[in-house]
């Protein structure tokens, strides 16, 4: 299986999740972690968190329709695996995302920036066990 190499897509929308997470640090004061704002609005506590939440979440989903509006054609997607081993996923991401007090983003994009001990622990965590999650797969198991 061969990963496409996309720079200009990629720092494009690295550059909008830093700004995402920029301004919602200087509007609202909060951190732009993914699991800890969709938790947040599951939970919310106020209906102020409500709100900024689901805006975001809001916008997260009808991003691709915003792209399809810019340029004519759908983010290209392909999935190769079945919609139970992405289910089994999630709830494996989301549980580790519990134990590492937050995810991929918030470590890596907002408790870097803020130089967060946890943060300089935990995104190492997660790249060397992404690189062998990655080798296993496509060079042990074959997928």
Known sequence: METAFTPFASLTGGAFIGLGAVLLMLGL???FGATGILSGAVFAESRD????RLALIVGM????????GVT????????P??????????????LGASLGSGCTSGHGVCGLSRLSVRSLVAVPTFMV??????????HVFGG
């Not at 989903?61 to 399809?68: D, E, H, K, Q, T």
């Not at 695996?81 to 989301?94: A, D, E, R």
């Not at 066990?129 to 496509?138: D, H």
């Open 129 to 138: 066990t992404a690189a062998i999650t990655v080798f296993l797969i496509r």
């Open 29 to 31: 004061g909060r951190i």
């Open 81 to 94: 695996i079945s919609p139970t081993m992405i289910v089994i996923g999630g709830v494996i991401v989301g």
């Open 49 to 52: 968190e409500l709100t900024w």
């Open 72 to 79: 004519g054609a759908m983010p290209a997607l392909t999935v």
């Open 61 to 68: 989903v009808l991003a691709p329709g915003l792209i399809f």
